[in-house]
């Protein structure tokens, strides 16, 4: 089946003879192109005071840069989260790693915050277009472990976010500091379409029928089964306050972090403003379990993320690096947990779906929290901004660990 056929919602024909991969195979390459996608949505992080230098931008201009990106992944979210159930995984993903490539270069090519924000709001229709088809991929080829199934997606999506600063710092010691991390990337995804072309993708869930298949693109009002709304609500609101967290971690963190450690050194800068989301990909390879698992985890983040506050006070870089790790292994372990419930609660069939709409609220939380940072920043200084918003995060987050862990004792009791 060709792309061009799946992407007209056509039957499978057996006429066509492409790799038959196996399940490790299509396993790596749907998290590889989620992964890298997420990578180059954050090459820039390191690289934002030398475009806040070269560009003339305030702040806000760079927390507005940043969270440009959120509106399009989440609009493409609402109107395109299922259309890989409809055109199949394989075309979803295509069309992800072509809409990541023009990103690129639109944000490569800036010269101004227009369009420095046109890159950024292609790279949000990028990722968007892969969350969903690459959640359900996982899902489809580990039937029998769901579990698994969520921490292969959550270590691929919070693994790319890691990677992007430290990767951006890296490559901006190139000739071309903001443009050369830009070309390295677009080879790397360009490379993914070679096999993703080759590949015999497996039939879309949802093949439409009759005349006018198109229909089922149309944009659909979200919706979850009355079963799994308390656990949705529950990862949304998790999610939204983790990604708040990021969202600060990949703004204005690396303007923050330099007072901090006294350093204009790009990669260690990429490198802090990454061990958030790096620790957090890394606990997805840990095996924790237990009634309270969610409560300890946004206990550990509420109390890191205040330690922050303390690391900027002591310009203390061991504590900075210790509270940036701890809230990152502890977002990582509560959102899987509560991912992971969502996932197994949801039909098959609407998985994509669902899983977009989380990601909805979640990517929301890089957004409109880091708007009022970049705000806050403008109008107070950014130590007395990043203070109050780390300290708001934080009591957000011990709230959430009383609520969950009084759920928990109330089940327990119950059982």
Same mark, same amino acid.
């Given at each position: 089946?060709?792309?061009?056929?799946?992407?007209?919602?056509?039957?499978?024909?057996?006429?066509?003879?492409?790799?038959?991969?196996?399940? &490790? *195979?299509?396993? #790596?390459? =749907? @998290?590889? %192109? !989620?992964?890298? +996608? /997420?990578?180059?949505?954050?090459?820039? $992080?390191?690289?934002?005071?030398?475009?806040?230098?070269?560009?003339?931008?305030?702040?806000?201009?760079v927390t507005t840069a940043f969270a440009s990106?959120?509106?399009?992944?989440?609009?493409?979210?609402?109107?395109?989260?299922?259309?890989?159930?409809?055109?199949?995984?394989?075309?979803?993903?295509?069309?992800?790693?072509?809409?990541?490539?023009?990103?690129?270069?639109?944000?490569?090519?800036?010269?101004?915050?227009?369009?420095?924000?046109?890159?950024?709001?292609?790279?949000?229709?990028?990722?968007?277009?892969?969350?969903?088809?690459?959640?359900?991929?996982?899902?489809?080829?580990?039937?029998?472990?769901?579990?698994?199934?969520?921490?292969?997606?959550?270590?691929? &999506? *919070?693994?790319? #976010?890691? =990677? @992007?600063? %430290? !990767?951006?710092? +890296? /490559?901006?010691?190139?000739?071309?500091? $903001?443009?050369?991390?830009?070309?390295?990337?677009?080879?790397?995804?360009?490379?993914?379409?070679?096999?993703?072309?080759?590949?015999?993708?497996?039939?879309?869930?949802?093949?439409?029928?009759?005349?006018?298949?198109?229909?089922?693109?149309?944009?659909?009002?979200?919706?979850?089964?009355?079963?799994?709304?308390?656990?949705?609500?529950?990862?949304?609101?998790?999610?939204?306050l983790s990604f708040a967290v990021f969202g600060?971690?990949?703004?204005?963190?690396?303007?923050?972090?330099?007072?901090?450690?006294?350093?204009?050194?790009?990669?260690?800068?990429?490198?802090?403003?990454?061990?958030?989301?790096?620790?957090?990909?890394?606990?997805?390879?840990?095996?924790?379990?237990?009634?309270?698992? #969610?409560? =300890? @985890?946004?206990?550990?983040?509420?109390?890191?993320?205040?330690?922050?506050?303390?690391?900027?006070?002591?310009?203390?870089?061991?504590?900075?690096?210790?509270?940036?790790?701890?809230?990152?292994?502890?977002?990582?372990?509560?959102?899987?947990?509560?991912?992971?419930?969502?996932?197994?609660?949801?039909?098959?069939?609407?998985?994509?779906?669902?899983?977009?709409?989380?990601?909805?609220?979640?990517?929301?939380?890089?957004?409109?929290?880091?708007?009022?940072?970049?705000?806050?920043?403008?109008?107070?200084?950014?130590?007395?901004?990043?203070?109050?918003?780390?300290?708001?995060?934080?009591?957000?987050?011990?709230?959430?660990?009383?609520?969950?862990?009084?759920?928990?004792?109330?089940?327990?009791?119950?059982?």
């Open positions: 089946m060709t792309v061009f056929s799946e992407l007209r919602m056509r039957p499978a024909t057996a006429g066509r003879q492409g790799w038959n991969a196996s399940t &490790t *195979a299509r396993l #790596v390459m =749907a @998290g590889a %192109v !989620i992964c890298l +996608l /997420l990578v180059g949505a954050n090459l820039a $992080t390191p690289l934002y005071p030398l475009l806040q230098a070269n560009l003339g931008l305030s702040a806000f201009g990106y959120v509106p399009a992944l989440v609009a493409t979210l609402m109107l395109a989260g299922h259309w890989s159930d409809h055109i199949g995984r394989r075309a979803a993903l295509i069309l992800a790693v072509l809409a990541g490539l023009a990103g690129n270069w639109v944000f490569s090519q800036a010269e101004s915050l227009v369009v420095l924000s046109a890159g950024r709001a292609l790279q949000g229709v990028a990722v968007a277009l892969a969350t969903g088809a690459s959640a359900a991929a996982l899902r489809e080829l580990l039937p029998s472990r769901p579990e698994w199934a969520s921490r292969f997606t959550l270590l691929a &999506t *919070a693994g790319g #976010v890691a =990677a @992007g600063p %430290v !990767i951006g710092g +890296l /490559l901006s010691l190139l000739p071309g500091p $903001t443009t050369a991390p830009y070309y390295v990337h677009s080879v790397m995804l360009a490379g993914m379409l070679v096999p993703l072309f080759l590949l015999n993708a497996r039939p879309a869930i949802n093949l439409p029928c009759g005349p006018r298949p198109i229909r089922v693109l149309v944009p659909r009002r979200p919706s979850v089964s009355t079963e799994a709304r308390g656990a949705f609500w529950l990862a949304a609101a998790v999610g939204f600060f971690c990949l703004s204005l963190a690396p303007g923050y972090f330099a007072q901090i450690v006294h350093t204009d050194s790009r990669p260690l800068i990429g490198a802090l403003a990454g061990m958030t989301l790096g620790a957090s990909a890394l606990s997805q390879l840990l095996s924790v379990r237990g009634r309270f698992v #969610v409560p =300890a @985890g946004l206990a550990v983040l509420g109390a890191s993320v205040l330690l922050l506050a303390a690391a900027a006070a002591w310009h203390s870089l061991p504590l900075l690096a210790a509270a940036s790790a701890f809230a990152g292994l502890g977002q990582g372990v509560a959102f899987r947990t509560v991912f992971n419930d969502v996932a197994a609660k949801v039909e098959v069939s609407h998985h994509a779906q669902v899983i977009s709409t989380v990601y909805v609220i979640t990517y929301l939380g890089s957004a409109v929290p880091v708007i009022g940072l970049g705000w806050a920043t403008a109008a107070f200084g950014l130590e007395t901004a990043v203070t109050a918003f780390v300290m708001l995060c934080s009591a957000a987050a011990l709230a959430l660990a009383v609520l969950t862990f009084r759920s928990s004792v109330r089940q327990r009791q119950f059982a």
